[in-house]
């Protein structure tokens, strides 16, 4: 089986809330320093469970695909550590602004190139946007059917998988056939931690580097299909008011009379 997994690097979400900055001029976020970029977490749960399967079918290959500026290469060498067993980086100045849209055609483009896959794996959203919206432009693109979120798959044999999707009130047990493109959630694939052969592995492993002339991409691929008017973080004000009673009862008193004059009960 040929596994792709489409993974992303991300800002630290553990980072403290004081730290998270933006630029509004230039409508992006201002990484934090001195605090390295991490692997989407739901990223990382997609290329556990392939890892999975791979411990499962014999013969299965992980090629990784990532679509960023050059030190994307740690997320990518992460995620080779762990056991992927090739790499592809996605990096031109092109892709700089490119929205899910334009993400999702040079995602494609480079699955097209590595000549397709069995299955292509995702995160069911990226911690930074949440959008959720580009393996399923992927799995439009391609012409192959689309499932998300799915919280566990085991092979099916016959070319097929079986999973477990989410839904409202439990999970649906669907098989799917072969190709498909699938947006991994968090309940079940835990990430391993990378074994320290495979770090050093990872650390000398080469990753090609490919641009729009190396998927045959043109501007009108890398068009922005929306248009971002403003980033901003939101400034609250807390006002915080002291009753002062003689007893509980007072207190709570007075508290019911201000929360009705403010028409919060």
């Not at 799995?139 to 999973?163: C, E, K, M, N, Y």
Request: charged letters at 25%.
């Amino acid at each position: 089986m040929r596994i792709i997994v489409t993974i992303k690097q991300v800002p630290d979400p553990d980072i403290p809330p004081g730290h998270f900055k933006v630029d509004e001029a230039a409508r992006k976020v201002v990484p934090p320093p001195g605090v390295a970029p991490v692997l989407n977490g739901y990223d990382a749960n997609a290329l556990e469970a392939a890892l999975r399967l791979k411990e499962q079918v014999a013969g299965t290959t992980i090629t990784l695909v990532s679509l960023g500026a050059a030190q994307a290469r740690d997320a990518l060498k992460r995620g080779l550590a762990m056991g992927a067993d090739k790499a592809v980086l996605l990096d031109d100045p092109a892709f700089a602004q490119c929205d899910s849209a334009a993400t999702a055609a040079v995602l494609a483009a480079a699955i097209r190139k590595l000549e397709g896959a069995d299955l292509v794996l995702s995160g069911r959203q990226a911690s930074d946007t949440d959008a959720g919206q580009v393996h399923l432009g992927v799995a439009s693109l391609l012409g192959l059917p689309g499932l998300t979120p799915i919280q566990r798959l085991s092979p099916a044999g016959d070319g097929a998988v079986r999973v477990e999707r989410l839904v409202e009130d439990g999970h649906q047990v669907l098989e799917v056939r072969l190709p498909a493109v699938l947006g991994i959630s968090s309940e079940v694939y835990e990430p391993r931690y990378p074994p320290l052969k495979g770090i050093m592995l990872a650390g000398r492993a080469q990753i090609p580097v490919w641009g729009t002339a190396d998927l045959g991409l043109t501007p009108q691929h890398l068009q922005p299909r929306r248009l971002l008017r403003r980033l901003y973080v939101e400034q609250r004000e807390a006002q915080v008011e002291l009753i002062a009673a003689d007893s509980p009862a007072e207190a709570g008193e007075q508290l019911a009379l201000k929360l009705r004059e403010a028409k919060l009960i």
